[in-house]
């Protein structure tokens, strides 16, 4: 969404009150984004936060299913989504770039 905004990271950083390398980890998902955080955020971009809203997701492997976890547990696949959303946009991040 920052980048349809065409909005840098230190740019958003800067209005929701924190520094560009703070605001880098939590967009990375290096460290989570606190409720409060989300509804700056979305002030910021102009969206509602369930627009952008994504839960944390736990450290540990991508898709790590073990014999206790359920696929059908609609939480459980929630969060892998979020996961696998949040690797797909550090990917495109790199391949923006290296193309540059």
């Known amino acids: 969404m ?3 905004k ?3 990271q230190e740019e958003i ?3 929701v009150g924190m520094t560009q390398s ?3 980890r939590k ?3 290096i460290t989570n984004i606190t409720m409060q955080e989300w509804m700056k955020i979305a002030k910021v971009l102009g969206v509602e936060k369930d627009e952008i809203y994504q839960a944390p997701i736990s450290k540990g492997s991508m898709l790590n299913v073990s014999k206790h976890q ?3 547990d609609i939480t459980y696949v929630l969060e892998q989504i979020d996961f696998l959303q949040r690797k797909n946009y550090e990917l495109r991040e790199k391949i923006s770039t290296l193309q540059k």
């Open 13 to 15: 950083a800067d209005l």
């Open 22 to 24: 703070t605001y880098s």
């Open 70 to 72: 359920n696929l059908y």
């Open 6 to 8: 065409q909005l840098s």
């Open 27 to 29: 967009e990375k998902g």
């Open 2 to 4: 920052r980048l349809q």
